[in-house]
């Protein structure tokens, strides 16, 4: 079973509910997809900033997870987003965490997500604990 298989069964219930599907996974980048649904809106017909914070959430803390040794975990202990653009219901997200700093107690992980045409949305910096 190839990384990426793995990582999509492993997914747990909340972020598989926003059909999160991961494209390419490495220890240097992880990138995945979503598509804008209706319930997953803010109630102006685009993506409320909950569903992006946890699709960025989700890929640096699967990231992290790549980079680890299997007896170790991960939990987010700080996170900040930056909302640039809107994504209408119907559009196509592309996540794609890269590495700011990978240590032996701490990862940070900057997360920006496009649409599938290049327009920046939103910018996740993350700080994951290894424990």
């Given at each position: 079973?190839s990384?990426i298989?793995?990582?999509q069964?492993?997914l747990?219930?909340y972020?598989?509910?926003?059909?999160?599907?991961?494209?390419?996974?490495?220890s240097?980048?992880?990138?995945?997809?979503?598509?804008v649904?209706?319930?997953?809106?803010?109630?102006?017909?685009?993506i409320?900033?909950?569903a992006?914070?946890?699709?960025?959430?989700?890929?640096?803390?699967?990231?992290?997870?790549?980079n680890?040794?299997?007896?170790?975990?991960?939990?987010t202990?700080?996170?900040?987003?930056n909302f640039?653009?809107?994504?209408?219901?119907g559009?196509?997200?592309?996540?794609?965490?890269?590495?700011?700093?990978?240590?032996?107690t701490?990862?940070?992980?900057?997360?920006?997500?496009?649409?599938?045409?290049?327009?920046?949305?939103?910018?996740v910096?993350?700080t994951?604990?290894?424990?």
């Amino acid at each position: 079973m190839s990384l990426i298989e793995t990582l999509q069964r492993k997914l747990p219930d909340y972020p598989r509910n926003l059909g999160i599907v991961y494209l390419e996974a490495s220890s240097d980048r992880l990138v995945a997809e979503i598509t804008v649904r209706e319930d997953m809106s803010n109630g102006n017909g685009t993506i409320h900033g909950g569903a992006l914070m946890t699709f960025a959430d989700t890929l640096g803390a699967v990231a992290t997870i790549i980079n680890i040794p299997r007896d170790k975990n991960t939990t987010t202990l700080e996170s900040k987003t930056n909302f640039i653009g809107r994504a209408p219901v119907g559009t196509k997200l592309i996540g794609e965490a890269l590495p700011l700093h990978r240590g032996k107690t701490t990862q940070i992980w900057e997360t920006r997500i496009t649409t599938a045409e290049g327009k920046l949305i939103a910018k996740v910096t993350q700080t994951q604990l290894v424990m």
